[in-house]
């Protein structure tokens, strides 16, 4: 499966953005889907996973509240709707897909990754 990330871009703190996930080549719904994100300097972290089936989602502390994961198994399409952005949600953003129905924390959990897209918060 190929994975196409979109909707990352420059807002100011306190604002919304909402990062597509697009599939091609197989279909979305054989895979539960994540988001990850890396700062300049840091390591990937963990974002938010949802689930195969049932809707079941798990989110990072530090955005528990403010973002929300969703799929559209019709659309092809994974999503990650982020409110209150903060500075420290600046980074480069990646969907990922995995080989399991549950919504995994890990990234080594996960075998196909978007390429990533630009989220600029400034204070």
């Known amino acids: 499966v190929q994975l196409q990330a979109s909707g990352g871009g420059s807002v100011q703190a306190a604002g919304s953005l909402r990062l597509s996930c697009a599939a091609s080549g197989r279909t979305l719904s054989r895979y539960s889907v994540g988001w990850f994100r890396q700062a300049p300097g840091k390591e990937r972290e963990f974002v938010a996973a949802?689930?195969?089936?049932?809707?079941?989602?798990h989110y990072a502390d530090s955005v528990q509240g403010r973002f929300t994961i969703s799929r559209d198994n019709a659309k092809n399409t994974a999503y990650l709707q982020m409110n209150s952005l903060k500075p420290e949600d600046t980074a480069v953003y990646y969907c990922?897909?995995?080989?399991?129905?549950?919504?995994?924390?890990?990234?080594?959990?996960?075998?196909?990754w978007g390429q990533g897209t630009l989220v600029t918060v400034s204070s």
């Open positions: 949802i689930a195969l089936v049932g809707g079941t989602t």
């Open positions: 990922a897909t995995a080989n399991t129905r549950l919504a995994v924390t890990t990234h080594q959990e996960y075998a196909y």
